[in-house]
């Protein structure tokens, strides 16, 4: 509990948010990370997921262990209106929360299609997930609770490359292919009007990030901590450990990365949380980049307006 406190206060010293009642707006965008956690299960942090709001529109991006259940926390009426879902790449992680989205949004009332974009494999993904789960929608479908038949059928559209994959209105979403291996994974630029908001998705470190966050609002960035990295190397063998590391920014890769995009706010996620390992984590930073940088938590919500940044730390 006293950790608790301390981070708070400093967060809000740190970013000086103004009272409620002082931001009445809605602002253009609204951004609240669901799950700030890395493959390791957490009691504190869910896996990979952040939602983006753009007044009625709901995106989200990845969809890791616990989603729905950070989604029901802040806001139990989302879960059936949530229908566009970016994935920055397929490992297990950031997709094993996709079935309780899928059948749980349609058996509360979604009633279009789960249409999700994500690189190649995706469409095989959502198919084998049908078949997996056949019985439980043959078992509903014939007890007509939903009734909705459209609401179960996912629409999917493979990223292939750079670009914009979605537009309506002043809303649009651009993909750009980041360094993950040998593994197909994207990162994504959202913009709406003045603002803009990139997720970096899982990578090694990349001009890429620089040619599409330079002078974004806020920038999420996802790093391997430097108490990850000492995991990584304690319970892998040192050329396991060495490819799993290659495949990440380390804390000084995303201080350079940062250095060159300059983003309004920088946030941290996909990474270990709490006291100790967010101080190790934002002195490596430290060492690179001297802009506004902060490591995010579960529920985490950032408003995003023309010129200022608002962020409400979790309760």
Same mark, same amino acid.
């Given at each position: =509990?006293?950790?608790?406190?301390?981070?708070?206060?400093?967060?809000?010293?740190?970013?000086?948010?103004?009272?409620?009642?002082?931001?009445?707006? #809605?602002?253009?965008?609204?951004?609240?990370?669901?799950?700030?956690? @890395?493959?390791?299960?957490?009691?504190?942090?869910?896996?990979?997921? /952040?939602?983006?709001?753009?007044?009625?529109?709901?995106?989200? &991006?990845?969809?890791?262990?616990?989603?729905? #259940?950070?989604?029901?926390?802040?806001?139990?009426?989302?879960?059936?209106?949530?229908?566009? *879902? &970016?994935?920055? !790449?397929? !490992?297990?992680?950031?997709?094993?929360?996709?079935?309780?989205?899928?059948?749980?949004?349609?058996?509360?009332?979604?009633?279009?299609?789960?249409?999700?974009?994500?690189? +190649?494999?995706?469409?095989? =993904?959502?198919?084998?997930?049908? +078949?997996? &789960?056949?019985?439980?929608?043959?078992?509903?479908?014939?007890?007509?609770?939903?009734?909705?038949?459209?609401?179960?059928?996912?629409?999917?559209? #493979?990223?292939?490359?750079?670009?914009? /994959?979605?537009? +309506?209105?002043?809303?649009?979403?651009? %993909?750009?292919?980041?360094?993950?291996?040998?593994?197909?994974? &994207?990162?994504?630029?959202?913009?709406?009007?003045?603002?803009?908001? *990139?997720?970096?998705?899982? #990578?090694?470190?990349?001009?890429?990030?620089?040619?599409?966050?330079?002078?974004?609002?806020?920038?999420? /960035?996802?790093?391997?901590?430097?108490?990850?990295?000492?995991?990584?190397?304690?319970?892998?063998?040192?050329?396991?450990?060495?490819?799993?590391?290659?495949?990440? *920014?380390?804390?000084?890769?995303?201080?350079?990365?940062?250095?060159? =995009?300059?983003?309004?706010?920088?946030?941290?996620? !996909?990474?270990?949380?709490?006291?100790?390992?967010?101080?190790? *984590?934002?002195?490596? @930073?430290?060492?690179?980049?001297?802009?506004?940088? %902060?490591?995010?938590?579960?529920?985490?919500?950032?408003?995003?307006?023309?010129?200022?940044?608002?962020?409400?730390?979790?309760?």
């Amino acid at each position: =509990m006293a950790e608790r406190l301390r981070w708070l206060g400093a967060a809000l010293l740190a970013f000086a948010a103004p009272a409620a009642s002082a931001e009445p707006e #809605t602002p253009p965008l609204r951004i609240v990370i669901l799950g700030s956690g @890395t493959p390791v299960p957490s009691r504190t942090q869910a896996g990979t997921a /952040i939602l983006v709001q753009a007044g009625a529109d709901n995106l989200l &991006f990845d969809c890791g262990r616990g989603c729905t #259940t950070r989604l029901a926390q802040y806001d139990p009426a989302l879960l059936p209106r949530i229908d566009r *879902l &970016f994935l920055t !790449h397929l !490992h297990s992680d950031h997709v094993v929360g996709i079935p309780d989205l899928w059948l749980n949004g349609w058996t509360q009332g979604r009633a279009e299609s789960l249409r999700v974009w994500g690189p +190649k494999g995706s469409g095989a =993904m959502m198919a084998g997930l049908r +078949k997996a &789960f056949a019985a439980d929608i043959g078992y509903r479908r014939a007890d007509g609770i939903p009734a909705s038949d459209v609401g179960i059928a996912p629409a999917v559209t #493979t990223v292939r490359g750079d670009g914009v /994959i979605y537009r +309506k209105g002043d809303l649009s979403v651009t %993909a750009f292919a980041v360094e993950h291996g040998d593994i197909p994974a &994207f990162g994504y630029r959202i913009d709406r009007g003045d603002v803009s908001v *990139l997720i970096s998705g899982d #990578t090694a470190a990349t001009p890429q990030l620089a040619r599409y966050g330079r002078g974004v609002d806020v920038a999420l /960035i996802e790093v391997a901590s430097p108490p990850m990295t000492a995991y990584v190397r304690r319970s892998f063998s040192a050329a396991q450990a060495q490819k799993i590391l290659a495949l990440h *920014l380390g804390a000084e890769d995303a201080g350079d990365a940062l250095a060159d =995009m300059k983003p309004g706010l920088a946030l941290y996620y !996909h990474s270990v949380a709490g006291e100790a390992a967010d101080a190790a *984590l934002l002195a490596a @930073t430290r060492t690179r980049y001297g802009g506004r940088v %902060a490591v995010g938590r579960d529920l985490m919500a950032i408003a995003v307006y023309p010129g200022r940044v608002v962020v409400d730390p979790p309760d």
